[in-house]
C-alpha cells in the first residue's frame, strides 16, 4: 500500500480514534451531574490540553507548516512531540495536508473545503460534515514529498513521525497514570482517563477540526484572502488563537492571527515568551503596512478595530 493511499485498516483505527472519545465526550455530561467533577481530574486534563493544543498551534502550525519561526532544536523536538499526544496524525501527515488547503484554500483540490459540493443549504451541510470530520477518511491522502520534503529530510520530526503510536499511548496514559498515582486507587485512574484522555482528546479535536469548518463557513471577514476564511472570536481561546482565521489566511507566515484590537491570540504569547528566552529566533511578526493594506476596507475606520499596536509590532 502506498504511503499515499490510506488502507482500510487505517481508516478503521481513524475512526475508531474519532468515535471512542466522541462519545466519552457525550457521556461526560451526565457522568459530571450525576458523580461530580473533581478538581483534580479538571487540572490534569486541563494541562494535557494546553501542552498537546499549543503542539498543534505552536508546533505543527506556525512552525513546521508556515515557518513562522525557527526554534532551537530541543524546543523543535517538543513541539513535534507534544503535537503528536494530540493524537491529529504524525507532524509529516498534518503538515502536508494544512500545506495543501493553503495551496488550493476552497477550490479544487482543497483537502476539506466546505465549498466542496457547492452553496445550496444541503451542499453546504453535507461540506460542513466533509470539511469537519469526512476528509480524513479519504482514501487517496496528499503526496508526503510533495507537499513536506523538508519535513521528511529533518531526521528529528521523521523519526518522531515514525515512532507516533508511542506519543498516541503517553498522550492516553499520562492521565490515568498520573490520576492512579495521585489518589493511589484505580477509580482515580479510570477518572482521570475519562477526562483526561478521551474528553480532553475528543474536545481538542472538535475545536482543530472547528476552524476547518466554522471558519470557512461563519464569522467576520476583516482582510483580503483568495478563499472564504473568516475570524470567529468565541472559538480564540480554546483554539489559542487559530479561529482569526482570515488573516491567517491573508498573512500564512504571520506568528501572530489576532492582529486586531481584543483578538487575544494565546499561541503567539507563548512564541513572544519563547523569543525572550531564546528559544526561538527569525519569529515573523505582523508588518502593520501589510495588515492595513489587507483591510477590508468597510472594516477601517474604527478605533476599537485598529490594527496591532506600536507594542505588537516586530522590535
Known sequence: MSEDRQSRWQRLLLGLFILVPSLALAAAVPVAWGWGLGWRDVVIAVVLYVI????????????????????????RIALAIAGSMAIEGPPVRWVADHRKHHRFSDREGDPHSPWKYGDSGLALAKGFWHAHVGWMFDVNQTPLPQYAPDLLADRDVARISRWFPLWVAVSLLAAPVIGGAATWSWQGALTAFLWGSLVRVALLHHVTWSVNSICHLFGKRQFASRDRSTNVWWLSLPSFGESWHNLHHAEPTSARHGVLRGQADPSAWIIRILERLGWAADVRWPDPTRIAARRIPTMRGRDDNSAISSRERPS
Request: hydrophobic share 35%.
Open 52 to 75: 498537546t493544543g499549543l503542539g498543534i498551534t505552536v508546533g505543527y502550525h506556525r512552525h513546521f507548516t508556515h515557518g513562522s519561526f525557527k526554534a532551537a532544536r530541543p524546543l
